[in-house]
């Protein structure tokens, strides 16, 4: 069984960064893409960004782009969330996910494991 952990989350002001960690245990494979996604009190799931199984292919939220970088170590089954620039839209519980196949999705439907999550503020 596949198990992603998230880690990082944390209080911060306005224009600080926060650095997300994700290890995946169990039966990994190092080929399946991954992902981000997050959601906020009283607002739906939301799509944050995604990699590759190589790394070589991100995608992002068009919110988060050029703030958020998203990179992946696979020999320890660990993928990255590097988030600059913070803002209190931001605020929400991060959660990581191991999708179906090598290439990143921005729909939670191809993901098949996710983590518990670990929450971001964000204060003004």
């Known amino acids: 069984q596949v198990q992603p952990v998230e880690s990082g989350g944390g209080l911060v002001q306005a224009g600080g960064s926060l650095r997300l960690s994700c290890v995946v245990s169990?039966?990994?494979?190092?080929?399946?893409?991954m992902g981000w996604f997050r959601q906020a009190p009283e607002k739906e799931r939301e799509f944050v960004g995604g990699?590759?199984?190589?790394?070589?292919?991100?995608i992002y939220h068009e919110s988060v782009k050029g703030r958020f970088t998203i990179s992946r170590a696979r020999a320890s089954n660990t993928m990255y969330l590097q988030m600059d620039n913070l803002s209190p839209e931001d605020t929400a519980v991060y959660y990581c996910?191991?999708?179906?196949?090598?290439?990143?999705?921005?729909?939670?439907?191809?993901?098949?494991?996710r983590g518990q999550g670990t929450q971001v503020t964000v204060s003004s």
């Open positions: 169990g039966r990994t494979s190092t080929n399946n893409a």
């Open positions: 996910a191991v999708a179906r196949g090598a290439m990143p999705s921005r729909q939670f439907r191809d993901y098949t494991s």
């Open positions: 990699i590759g199984w190589s790394g070589g292919n991100t």
